[in-house]
Structures are given as C-alpha cells and as structure tokens.
C-alpha cells in the first residue's frame, strides 16, 4: 500500500494536487481540483494493469472541462427545470436550465487534501466549504476516497447551517478495454433498474416512469451497449430508475477481450448512463483525441430535478444535519 503525493500546474502560475493511491489490485489517482477521480489502473486476466478511466489531459483542462470526466459534481447533480426552485434562482448553463450545479459547482473548485493509509486500505478526503455555487449556505463538504483491496468506494457528505441541497454524484467515464484500445460498443452492460425516466426534449424530467421491457433501454439482462446504440440515434443519456423495494442497486460493465469487469452499487434512486453519442467538441483524453462512446459514463444520484416532484421524494439537507451517500466501485476479471 502507498500513497504519493505531488504538485501538478493548473496554469496561469496556480497547481494543485495529484494523489496516487497504489494496493496489490489497483492503483488510482486523484486530483484535488474538483476532488477528480483521475485514472484507475486495473488489472485484466492477463495480470495486466491499464488505465480504464478516461481523464482530460493535460490536467490544467480540468478547469475548462465541460463534460466532467471524473468530476465531483455537486452540491446538486442533473438538470434544474428553468433553473430555479421556489424563489431560488440558479446559473442558467443547459438551454433554459441549470446543469451540474453551473460553472461555480464542486467540479471547479480546489479541494483541502488528507489523507490516512493502514497496512490494507488507504482513507483521502477531500474538504471544500461552498460558498460559491449559488445554492443556500455554506454548505461543508466532504468527498472521501476508500480504498481496500479491489474496490474504490466514494462518501460525500454535507452539512449546512441552513436549508438547502444536497444531491451530488461522481462523473466518471469508463472503458474497461485499457487505455482505450477499443469503444464501448462491445462490452456488455447489466442495470438492475426495470424503468427509466422521461424527459422532454431538453432532457427535464415530464414527471413518467417508462417500463424498459421490450425497449432498446432494456439491460435488467447483460447485453452489449450497442444494442441500444444501434437503435438510439442520440445514444444514452437516460435516467434508469430502481424500486424503492430492491435490494440492490447495481449496474455492470465487462469487457470480453480483456475480461475485466465492473460492479457499481449505490442506494441512490436512479443511475444516469451516457454513451457520448453526439461528440463535438475538440478535447483530449488520456492523451488521444476524444471521440463520439469512446467512454460510458456510470452517475449514480437522485431523481433528477427532484425539487419540482416532491412525490419522489427530497434532496433537501436540512439545518445542522449531515447527509452522505456512497458509491462502490468494485473492479475484477472473468
């Protein structure tokens, strides 16, 4: 087990923080501007270690990345409908809408660094008090790294004096051929989810649950991406729902050539899968030019647009009480 630590340049004279956390199984790195899951190192049946995260390189674009690869995203994830709740008005950065919190959220700010380490896990927790994202505050965060073994778990957590919102997720992209030999076409997706949501045209929730069965959208069995791709001009960027009764939420990715596979549980609501079907934009990642499902984002989260249907439930974070939610990430072969 180790931990490294050093100072990476953001640009324009600022760094900020490079973590490499490294076990038998893993090794995964970290960046404190925007509490950044950077790469994970994994191992495929061959024992061979490759990264299967896509991060944007250099690290400096991190601060103008708009499709936040590995990014903190919070305090409220998803889509805000007119970007307002109540008398609250948020950035507007998605058409009419808010987006991720807008261009002061989680992802764009510099996190404080600790970190612990034992002889079989290692603890990072990044800190940050928000008092920039325009949501009611100060809102004090924390987004915790654990790693033990062949499994990677985020906690975030938050705690404010006052009323607001607390609804935040990691954006991770994943492809577990390794360093991107090939896209995501051909690895077998598996999302115990049996509805997704709605939405219009603008991507905001119109208030229905649709059954998957018989749709491109099923995956409550293992099939290829593709399946869906193939009949989803626009790919996935689709809100799967779970029953409040399940007793695990889970989505799974695996990869044939390699045989690495990945097992993501949460107890969040719903799942956002997005295949970046639509690629347009001129970034780099892991030091190649990003194209169009070269990467399967995996954001596990509330409903999104919550506040506007109270009958799915809250996402308020009441004065004084401390909230967390967890994602596992469990990385192996078959």
């Given at each position: 087990?180790?931990?490294?630590?050093?100072k990476?340049?953001m640009?324009?004279?600022k760094?900020?923080q490079l973590?490499?956390?490294?076990?038998?199984?893993?090794?995964v790195?970290?960046?404190a501007?925007g509490?950044?899951?950077?790469r994970?190192l994994?191992?495929?049946?061959?024992?061979?270690a490759?990264?299967v995260?896509?991060?944007?390189?250099p690290i400096?674009a991190?601060?103008?990345d708009?499709?936040?690869?590995g990014?903190?995203?919070?305090?409220?994830?998803g889509?805000i409908?007119q970007?307002?709740i109540?008398?609250l008005s948020?950035e507007?950065?998605?058409?009419?809408?808010?987006?991720?919190?807008?261009?002061q959220?989680w992802?764009?700010?510099e996190?404080d660094?600790?970190?612990q380490?034992?002889d079989?896990e290692?603890t990072?927790?990044?800190?940050?008090?928000?008092?920039?994202s325009g949501?009611p505050?100060p809102?004090?965060?924390?987004?915790?790294y654990?790693l033990i073994?062949n499994?990677?778990?985020?906690?975030?957590?938050?705690e404010?004096?006052?009323?607001?919102?607390?609804?935040?997720?990691n954006?991770?992209y994943f492809?577990l051929?390794?360093?991107?030999k090939?896209d995501?076409?051909?690895?077998?997706l598996?999302i115990s989810a049996?509805?997704?949501?709605?939405?219009?045209?603008?991507?905001?929730p119109?208030?229905l649950?649709?059954p998957?069965?018989?749709?491109?959208?099923?995956?409550?069995?293992?099939?290829?991406?593709?399946?869906a791709?193939?009949?989803?001009p626009?790919g996935?960027d689709?809100?799967?729902?779970?029953d409040d009764?399940a007793g695990?939420?889970?989505?799974?990715?695996y990869?044939?050539?390699?045989?690495r596979r990945l097992?993501v549980t949460?107890e969040?609501?719903s799942v956002?899968i997005?295949?970046v079907?639509?690629?347009?934009?001129?970034?780099?990642v892991?030091?190649?030019p990003m194209?169009?499902e070269?990467?399967?984002?995996?954001e596990?989260q509330?409903?999104?647009d919550?506040p506007?249907?109270?009958?799915?439930?809250?996402i308020?974070l009441l004065?004084?009480e401390k909230?967390s939610k967890?994602?596992h990430?469990r990385f192996?072969?078959?």
């Amino acid at each position: 087990m180790s931990v490294r630590v050093e100072k990476v340049s953001m640009g324009e004279g600022k760094t900020t923080q490079l973590v490499r956390l490294e076990n038998a199984s893993l090794t995964v790195e970290l960046v404190a501007y925007g509490a950044h899951l950077y790469r994970v190192l994994a191992k495929d049946r061959q024992g061979i270690a490759e990264n299967v995260v896509l991060n944007v390189t250099p690290i400096s674009a991190l601060a103008t990345d708009l499709q936040y690869f590995g990014a903190t995203v919070g305090p409220v994830a998803g889509r805000i409908k007119q970007a307002q709740i109540g008398d609250l008005s948020l950035e507007v950065n998605d058409n009419t809408n808010s987006l991720h919190s807008g261009s002061q959220g989680w992802s764009f700010q510099e996190w404080d660094l600790d970190w612990q380490e034992s002889d079989d896990e290692i603890t990072v927790t990044f800190s940050y008090i928000d008092h920039k994202s325009g949501f009611p505050g100060p809102i004090a965060a924390q987004v915790i790294y654990h790693l033990i073994d062949n499994q990677l778990s985020i906690t975030f957590t938050g705690e404010s004096p006052v009323a607001t919102f607390f609804n935040p997720t990691n954006h991770g992209y994943f492809n577990l051929s390794g360093e991107l030999k090939t896209d995501i076409r051909q690895q077998i997706l598996e999302i115990s989810a049996d509805h997704i949501l709605d939405t219009d045209a603008e991507l905001i929730p119109t208030g229905l649950f649709l059954p998957v069965a018989e749709t491109p959208y099923d995956f409550t069995t293992a099939k290829p991406v593709e399946n869906a791709l193939n009949a989803l001009p626009s790919g996935l960027d689709t809100a799967f729902v779970f029953d409040d009764h399940a007793g695990d939420h889970h989505v799974t990715l695996y990869d044939k050539a390699s045989g690495r596979r990945l097992d993501v549980t949460s107890e969040a609501r719903s799942v956002i899968i997005y295949s970046v079907s639509a690629w347009d934009r001129d970034t780099q990642v892991n030091d190649h030019p990003m194209a169009k499902e070269l990467g399967l984002a995996i954001e596990f989260q509330e409903l999104p647009d919550l506040p506007h249907h109270p009958e799915w439930g809250s996402i308020a974070l009441l004065p004084d009480e401390k909230v967390s939610k967890t994602i596992h990430y469990r990385f192996g072969v078959s």
